[in-house]
């Protein structure tokens, strides 16, 4: 970490001058579900951790009338004069920050003139909730920086709302939260419709959380994932005619009859299905994990792939080769897409003895069966949001 704040701090006066001035540095996390997807929008579970990599944020009041955006990893800059609403900039980064400065500004907390240089060492656009990092850096240093003096969850919530409206993108709660919440090695628990959680210790003795990159674009993810929400919507609806209820996760495991029974729509049906034993597959993953108990663990990852692929439909040869192959190879415990899917990662519970031979055997077989190169990282579980002091 210290070079990377080196480097940011040399950058940062190189851009913006005075040396005498230091800026002050936050730092949010990406995530990676380990199980739960497709169900925080359903008011589900989800069982995601922060990861040791993220967005890290340097800011600085410049006494003048404008905020200034770079970053070290596109060469975009911008320039927006503080206002009380913000426009979106097409097709630029700097809507994820501009977004939550954005909701802040609407609650009466203007952010003054200032200097903003970012840094993320998430990959882009691979499912590891780059944006909710960027959000919630944003987010932190506005409110430290603005006196509004905004509760963590409402951290969250806000940036969630600049998601949805100012990107566009109608993603659940679950990614900032993860971001915000993340507590070294330690998943978190989280009741999406009550906002409840618990700190889960992540002791995976001797496997290793291994998260594979398909590396492929990202394309129709955003309208797929939109199109997955009106689904659930309308499963809703049809159960609506059997008992008055708020969103899918209020009907249980046991209740699986009734999907046959109240919804007609074969694609509906297979929606619903998918989220309602999703969330059974949660519950149950969070209680073997506190038995430690990693082999039953991995087998209700495999088993939540298979619902992802068969059911829900998010998933797509490239996530499922990697699946798939990853299963034949001997100590990987369990293994399936995380995130939106489409695109994106996997995440692997993988014996430390096997590491080395399931890294050489995907990277073969995934370029073999897809044309593409797979990455692969072994993060560690680290702690939410905050400000650094260095
Ligand atoms: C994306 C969204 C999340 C969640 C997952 C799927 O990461 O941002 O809110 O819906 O997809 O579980």
Same mark, same amino acid.
């Given at each position: 970490?210290?070079?990377?704040? @080196? ?9 913006y001058g005075d040396r005498n001035s230091k800026p002050v540095l936050f730092f949010s996390p990406g ?18 951790? *922060? $990861? ?6 340097? &800011? ?15 060469t975009e800059e911008h320039s927006v004069p503080v206002k009380e609403e913000y426009k979106r900039i @097409? ?95 330690? *998943?978190?628990?989280? #009741? ?28 129709? %993810?955003?309208?797929?994932? #939109? @199109?997955?929400? *009106? ?7 049809? $159960?609506? *005619? ?24 074969? &694609? ?8 309602? %034993?999703?969330?059974?597959?949660? $519950? ?23 619902? $992802? ?7 797509? &040869? ?43 055997? &995907? %990277? ?8 593409? #190169? ?8 680290? #702690? ?7």
């Amino acid at each position: 970490m210290r070079n990377i704040i @080196e480097r940011m701090l040399e950058s940062f006066y190189g851009k913006y001058g005075d040396r005498n001035s230091k800026p002050v540095l936050f730092f949010s996390p990406g995530r990676v579900n380990l199980i739960g997807e497709h169900t925080d929008y359903n008011g589900g579970f989800v069982f995601p951790c *922060a $990861l040791n990599f993220g967005t890290y944020l340097m &800011i600085r009041n410049n006494g003048g009338k404008n905020i200034r955006f770079s970053t070290l990893n596109f060469t975009e800059e911008h320039s927006v004069p503080v206002k009380e609403e913000y426009k979106r900039i @097409e097709r630029s980064w700097v809507n994820y920050p501009l977004g939550v400065i954005n909701e802040f500004a609407k609650l009466g907390y203007l952010l003054p003139g200032s200097d903003l240089l970012f840094y993320g060492d998430v990959p882009n656009g691979a499912g590891l909730s780059s944006s909710a990092s960027i959000e919630m850096v944003t987010a932190c240093a506005v409110n430290e920086i603005t006196g509004a003096g905004l509760a963590l969850i409402d951290l969250v919530k806000l940036s969630q709302k600049a998601e949805n409206i100012f990107v566009g993108m109608n993603c659940g709660i679950m990614d900032q939260f993860a971001s915000g919440f993340g507590k070294k090695d330690h *998943a978190i628990f989280l #009741n999406c419709d009550t906002l409840d959680y618990e700190n889960v210790p992540l002791i995976l003795g001797d496997y290793s959380l291994i998260i594979t990159n398909t590396n492929k674009r990202r394309g129709l %993810t955003d309208s797929k994932y #939109n @199109e997955r929400r *009106a689904e659930c919507d309308k499963a809703v609806e049809y $159960l609506q *005619a059997y008992r008055k209820i708020r969103n899918l996760s209020e009907t249980g495991t046991d209740e699986l009859a009734l999907l046959n029974k109240y919804i007609p729509d074969e &694609i509906v049906l297979k929606r619903a299905r998918h989220v309602i %034993t999703e969330n059974g597959r949660v $519950l149950e993953a969070v209680k073997v994990l506190k038995e430690n108990n990693i082999a039953r663990f991995g087998e209700l990852m495999n088993q939540s792939h298979d619902s $992802l692929r068969g059911d829900y439909e998010v998933t797509g &040869i490239e996530l499922d080769t990697l699946v798939y192959e990853g299963r034949k190879i001997a100590g990987v415990l369990g293994t399936r897409m995380t995130g939106a899917g489409f695109g994106g990662c996997t995440v692997s519970i993988v014996h430390k003895d096997h590491v080395e031979e399931y890294i050489n055997t &995907i %990277t073969e077989a995934y370029t073999r069966k897809t044309g593409l #190169n797979a990455d692969f990282y072994q993060p560690s579980v680290g #702690n939410g949001s905050g400000r650094i002091e260095f």
